[in-house]
């Protein structure tokens, strides 16, 4: 049973915060795609960031799409939070998902053509990566009898939480090493914030107009998404701005970030090694 607006002035409002929302982040995006196409290069950007990253948007669509699209889910939501509670999940959240899982694996992709130094992903990523599908594989198992869809896809909305709090790590911690947030694009971080912001005031929103906040406890993941991006990107945001300026704006060619040459993500251990020999000056 589909709930009803109190309001057609705040269910407009509610429609146009989610799609400016999913502009913004959808296009929060593309200033990475940008720089690393016009540098030929990734070096700067953290490779555990864009695979934590994908991993969360990719459980975040499952959770968004399954809510939804599907009678059976929204039923058991209903059942557990009210039938008179809308359901918290909207068009634009399956749109901003699918947009992006979709770029994220545009970023591993540049990743896999252009230079990039000698950064590796990390035994600790590689860890949590196959924790976290390994724990998908034995929920399913776990919730095919029974049909437990909603406490499934509350398990996928949890795991996706706590990756969007780690993912920024690696990345902050990077910047912090070189002392610069060179090649990574600060743009990504404003339109998040904005984007944050925006879906946050969607939020509020539906809460005015339904009075009732079940709509932040029925959705904890959307909300604890919105609070720990504003807070990273709060965070990028001082080390651009006023930890390291002066490192940021520094115009480098990608040659002289690193003058290694691009090195295959899965070295071969019967690849030769080039040896620097010194060549005899001419008399």
């Known amino acids: ?29 593309y200033p990475q795609v940008f720089l690393n196409y016009f540098r030929k290069s990734v070096v700067g950007l953290n490779f555990n960031y864009l695979l934590l990253n994908n991993t969360k948007h990719t459980l975040y669509l499952i959770y968004n799409t399954a809510l939804y699209f599907s009678p059976a889910v929204q039923f058991q939501y209903q059942v557990k939070y009210g039938f008179d509670e809308m359901i918290p999940v909207a068009a634009n959240d399956v749109a901003f998902s699918t947009h ?9 992709i540049q990743v896999a053509i252009y230079e990039r130094g000698d950064q590796s992903l990390s035994k600790i990523t590689i860890g949590i ?38 993912k920024y790590i690696p990345q902050a911690v990077m910047n912090f ?12 971080i404003l339109l998040d914030f904005t984007g944050g912001m925006t879906n946050y005031s969607q939020m509020v929103t539906q809460s005015i107009d339904q009075n009732s906040w079940v709509n932040f406890s029925g959705n904890i993941g959307k909300v604890l998404l919105s609070l720990v991006s504003i807070f990273f990107d709060i965070l ?6 006023v930890l390291y300026p ?3 704006v520094a115009s480098t060619q990608p040659s002289k970030l690193n ?20 060549v005899a000056e001419s008399v």
């Open 236 to 241: 990028f945001m001082c080390q651009h701005y």
């Open 100 to 108: 992006c899982v979709l770029l994220t694996a545009v970023l591993l």
């Open 1 to 29: 049973m589909e709930v009803a607006w109190n309001s057609h002035v705040l269910e407009v409002t509610y429609t146009v915060l989610g799609w400016v929302a999913f502009v913004i982040w959808s296009c929060s995006l």
């Open 259 to 278: 003058e290694k040459l691009t090195e295959p993500l899965i070295k071969s251990h019967v690849q030769p090694v080039t040896a620097n020999i010194p």
């Open 129 to 166: 990566i196959t924790t976290v599908w390994i724990t998908v594989a034995i929920c399913s198992f776990i919730a095919f009898p029974s049909k437990s869809w909603l406490w499934l896809i509350s398990i996928f909305n949890i795991m996706q939480v706590i990756l969007a709090t780690i």
């Open 177 to 188: 090493k070189r002392k610069s947030t060179c090649g990574f694009s600060i743009g990504n």
């Open 246 to 248: 002066s490192m940021s």
